[in-house]
Antibody, heavy 124, light 108 residues
């Protein structure tokens, strides 16, 4: 069974830092692209960024509002995804979800999986 | 960045009725790489449709997606009580990936 479990959320002051983790199980983590999505209270979904598998280059992409402040990384030996957040702003307050998509063949989706989310609150 | 605009913002319908949700992109979506998600209160989103028209595993056939280029549609043929929720489109053809602002389907 695929499981994604986020941790590390909490209350942080504006300008502060926080590191979120997402522990994965039930699939071959090292082969899989991983994504962070967030949702501010009462608002819509916002894509934060993604990291490709090392076999696909291991590169990262970010949404403009977080580029230069957030960094996504992965530890394939621990099946864990990270989101390092620096220079936090009040508008970064949101539930942060990690997610992934698994394919059993090109163009044929096996599943789309989300964690339960972790709440980050940026407030003085 | 591709901006996705969903309409209407809110759709008020009765169970058994047909729902038609629209997602318009500011530029053509590469490969028709467009998803539709459903989100119920307090839950993570659930993928309904990927690649514009392919139903995800376990999704009832009353959900269908269509479209290409800039215009995409999610149709729910006959609304069940559990379908009243918020629906989002997302394009994954170009980075940064982007979501629409959502359409709320509410009980009339």
């Amino acid at each position: 069974e695929v499981q994604l479990v986020e941790s590390g959320g909490g209350l942080v002051k504006p300008g502060g830092s926080l590191r979120l983790s997402c522990e994965a199980s039930g699939f071959t983590f090292s082969y899989t692209w991983m994504t962070w999505v967030r949702q501010a209270p009462g608002k819509g979904l916002e894509w934060v960024g993604r990291i490709k598998s090392k076999t696909d280059g291991g590169t990262t992409d970010y949404a403009p509002p977080v580029k230069g402040r957030f960094a996504i990384s992965r530890d394939d030996s621990k099946n864990t995804l990270f989101l390092q957040m620096e220079g936090l702003k009040t508008e970064d307050t949101a539930i942060y979800y990690c997610k992934t998509r698994l394919w059993y063949a090109p163009g044929s989706l096996s599943g789309d999986y989300w964690g339960q989310g972790t709440l980050v609150t940026v407030s003085s | 960045e591709i901006v996705l605009t969903q309409s209407p913002g809110t759709l008020s319908l009765s169970p058994g009725e047909r729902a038609t949700l629209s997602c318009r992109a500011s530029q053509s979506v590469s490969g028709s790489y467009l998803d539709w998600y459903q989100q119920r209160p307090g839950q993570a989103p659930r993928l309904l449709i990927y690649s514009a028209s392919s139903r995800a595993t376990g999704i009832p056939d009353r959900f269908s997606g269509s479209g290409s280029g800039r215009d995409f549609t999610l149709t729910i043929s006959r609304l069940e009580p559990e379908d009243f929720a918020v629906y989002y489109c997302q394009q994954y053809g170009d980075s940064p990936l982007t979501f629409g602002q959502g359409t709320k389907v509410e009980i009339k």
